[in-house]
């Protein structure tokens, strides 16, 4: 081998092992500048603890399902909820929203449940209706309760009167209904393998498909 050679082939033996040192050394100071990151605005401030599956929150109050119990928590302060309220339901809670002085429930096989929260310390059963389904999700709209009812697809609730919930509707999704979302006269459906549905619910005894997107897998989160 020439001498030529020979010094080139030092140079290479040389470069790599800097060339490495210098790739670990720009690593390490990616990751340092990564941890110096403040962290102010994903920082937890408070905490309540439990298997929480569903919350609304209205004013200073969080309206949560902690298993099978609707839990009323006074928020005024942040970073120490406290509990003020509790009640307990016949299953497990997996879908709640607030509307008026009613807690508007879904409670699993037990369906609809309609709890009067108007006194947050003592919050009292008003009224249920059993969806033939599994009530998964509930969205309000006026005088109607949409419930994401499982297998059985979307039911429509009357709760002009909290006491006495009427059935209106259904949408037979044919699949999993999920979770509901309500926009003007549409109802927008998460359902499993079925994609996004939406559906005209302009005629709440009659809903009616609007539109589908096919999602190319399962929508197990949601829709907002």
Known sequence: MGK???IYGNKEKIIYPFVFVA?????????AGAASVPK?????????GGFIDAVDVIGNYAYIGQGQDLVILDIANPSSPVSVGRIMTKNLISG??????????A????GLVIIDVSNPSSPVLKGSYDTPGYASSIAISGSYAYVADDYSGLDIIDISNPSSPIFKGNYN????????????NYAYLAAGDNGLLIVDISNPSSPILKGKCNTHGMELLGVL
Not at 23 to 31: E, Q, Y
Not at 107 to 110: A, I
């Open 23 to 31: 790739f670990l050394v720009t690593i390490a100071v990616t990751i």
């Open 96 to 105: 709640v929203k607030i509307s008026g002085n009613y807690a508007y429930v």
């Open 107 to 110: 409670s699993g096989d037990n």
């Open 173 to 184: 999704t044919s699949g999993d209904a999920r979770t509901v979302a309500i926009s003007g």
């Open 40 to 48: 102010g605005k994903v920082k937890p401030v408070g905490h309540f």
């Open 4 to 6: 030529r050679s020979m």
